[in-house]
């Protein structure tokens, strides 16, 4: 035996180990922040999380403070966000992938899709205010917020859904149109039956950025005590990121109990969904294998 | 309004052929030539497609003969910068024009493709698709159509237990031959097949052929192959594509026992392709 290859296999395996530990390292770090985090927020905000804490609105007073209109306010902005972002995106998406011709043109207008998701949501915000508050006088309403959170999220909507129409094969398209299919059938009764599951993945991914966003909420003006429920889609609100970012800074300590009460509750919102989401990715590949 | 148009001509058809005792032909092309950007794919080809016949397009890669089947329902159009010239009748009809629109022509002309490319649902709903992309909501007729078209395909004893169930289940021979029965139920006149046995293995490529044979009295087959055996099987004419000319078309047994063009010869005996 080469002792000479021994040891070169020796050192290999060596790096090969160490390599391992790295990587390992690597993960444990985000673990470790993940734990750190529940921890901290799970020992101050348990306690808080009874009925009353649900039924109470906001407060001066931090033991008697609730989040009810901000629970409620969040729901009513997902009931805008929801309808207006997925209509909107899916039928840009459907519109980018089955029927726009595939030229510059197309290509410029989808790299600038692409570019919108990156932008921060705080110009997003500023968009909202000039537009939606003050020239198309919607106030500081649910249906302002709604439309800047769809504009905020569309981005994102239209490249997911897009990603789950490309990614139905061409020979299903052939398929259909071999059989006398229109256009508007093939995508109805083939192609989106296929990706809906993608689609909706990603959608459901993206209504959880909406619920947890605070920046657009901030310079929309969106006010935090707010002693009423929402009556309409003009309705004056409060979210619930708005809630937590009020209690949050304000300096006596039960309000930070209150603050992590309230954080427990939008992440298991925003678990809730992502499991959704989850679920929904899983099926649809499991559909589409053949 | 189109439909029953095409219905009458298909009447008169018969008619003429009991009266004068010939082979009608479905397709006729005359001059056909068709350019992929400034690639000219289809070189002035005049072919015949016969009425219950089966006619088999056979030679090399490339050579132009899935352009020529796709431009026949013309899918070849899907791909973008096709420019196509010449005359193509589909039952005295020409195809090429603005006046017959491709989901009528495609209603009257199914297609098989290479890989087996059922939908990502049920049996059933597979073969329901085309009757009810044209407007067939009846469940009962629905059924009857679904039942009659896996018979027809020969899948019927095979799948009846389980006609609700994911075609993904499917073997691929299995699934090449629920894609036939997908074209059977729109009642066709032409089914158009690329390469349909390609994928498969020898005991499915031979159902498959047992099929076409079965099939063919109800309904015309114009198969691009590559596999010569299996045109002088199944075929009862056959064409030579080369280079996108047709060299020679005639019956298979003559083409392929006396071809007259030494090119025929050659690739036949499989001294080139």
Not at chain 1, 125 to 151: E, H, K, P, Q, Y
Not at chain 2, 89 to 99: D, P, Q, V
Not at chain 2, 118 to 136: C, D, L, R
Request: hydrophobic share 45%; aromatic share 8%; proline share 4%.
């Amino acid at each position: 035996m080469d002792h000479n290859l021994q040891a070169k296999i020796s050192r290999r395996i060596a790096k090969d180990s160490a390599m391992k530990w790295l990587f390992g390292s690597a993960a444990a770090i985000l673990v470790a922040v993940i734990a750190f985090l529940f921890y901290g927020i799970g020992a101050d905000g348990v306690d808080r999380l009874n009925l009353s804490f649900f039924t109470n609105f906001g407060s001066r007073f931090p033991e008697k403070a609730g989040l009810k209109a901000a629970l409620v306010g969040t729901l009513a902005l997902m009931a805008v966000v929801i309808p207006v972002s997925m209509f909107i995106g899916l039928c840009s998406a459907i519109y980018l992938e089955e029927y726009a011709p595939k030229n510059k043109w197309t290509a410029f207008i989808e790299m600038n899709i692409s570019n919108l998701a990156g932008v921060p949501s705080v110009v997003f915000g500023l968009l909202g205010l000039t537009v939606f508050v003050r020239a198309m006088s919607l106030g500081n309403s649910i249906l302002a917020a709604g439309l800047t959170m769809s504009l905020l999220i569309l981005p994102i909507i239209i490249v997911a859904s897009q990603e789950a129409i490309r990614s139905v094969p061409d020979a299903l398209r052939e398929a259909s149109y071999g059989m006398g299919a229109t256009k508007w059938q093939t995508i109805l009764h083939v192609i989106l039956p296929s990706a809906i599951g993608s689609i909706l993945t990603g959608s459901i991914l993206s209504f959880s950025r909406a619920i947890g966003e605070t920046a657009p909420l901030i310079v929309l003006g969106i006010p935090v005590i707010v002693q009423f429920l929402p009556t309409g889609p003009l309705s004056t609100f409060t979210a619930l990121p708005m809630q937590i970012y009020d209690w949050a800074k304000r300096p006596q300590p039960a309000f930070a109990d209150a603050a992590s009460a309230g954080i427990i509750v939008l992440l298991i919102m925003l678990v809730t969904m992502n499991a959704f989401a989850i679920y929904f990715r899983n099926r649809s590949e499991k559909k589409l294998k053949n | 309004m189109t439909t029953t148009l095409v219905r009458n001509d298909k009447e008169t058809q018969f008619r003429v052929m009991k009266n004068e005792n010939w082979q009608k032909p479905v397709y006729e092309t005359n001059g056909l030539n068709l350019w992929y950007g400034t690639a000219h794919a289809l070189k002035n080809i005049d072919l015949s497609i016969n009425e219950k016949e089966v006619t088999a397009i056979i030679g090399p890669s490339g050579c132009g003969k899935s352009t020529y089947l796709k431009t026949l329902n013309r899918m070849v159009e899907t791909v973008g910068g096709v420019t196509i010239s010449g005359n193509v009748t589909f039952m005295g009809n020409n195809i090429l024009g603005k006046s017959m629109p491709v989901e009528l022509l495609r209603s009257k002309v199914g297609m098989v493709f290479q890989k087996p490319n059922p939908f990502p649902k049920s049996i059933y709903e597979n073969v329901a698709f085309g009757p009810k992309i044209h407007g067939v909501r009846n469940k009962a007729i629905l059924d009857i159509i679904v039942e009659d078209s896996l018979r027809k395909a020969a899948l019927w004893d095979e799948v009846k237990d389980r006609l609700h169930k994911s075609a993904y289940g499917l073997s691929g021979g299995q699934q090449q031959r629920l894609c036939i029965a997908r074209c059977l139920a729109v009642d066709p006149e032409v089914i158009l097949m690329d390469e349909p046995t390609s994928a498969l293995d020898p005991v499915s490529t031979h159902k498959v052929e047992e099929l076409i044979r079965s099939i063919k009295n109800d309904v015309t087959i114009a198969i691009v192959t590559h596999n010569m055996q299996q045109a002088s099987r199944i075929s009862d004419r056959t064409a030579f594509f080369l280079n996108g000319e047709i060299v020679e078309c005639d019956r298979t047994s003559t083409l392929f026992s006396t071809p007259t063009d030494e090119r025929t010869d050659d690739y036949i005996n499989g001294r080139f392709g």
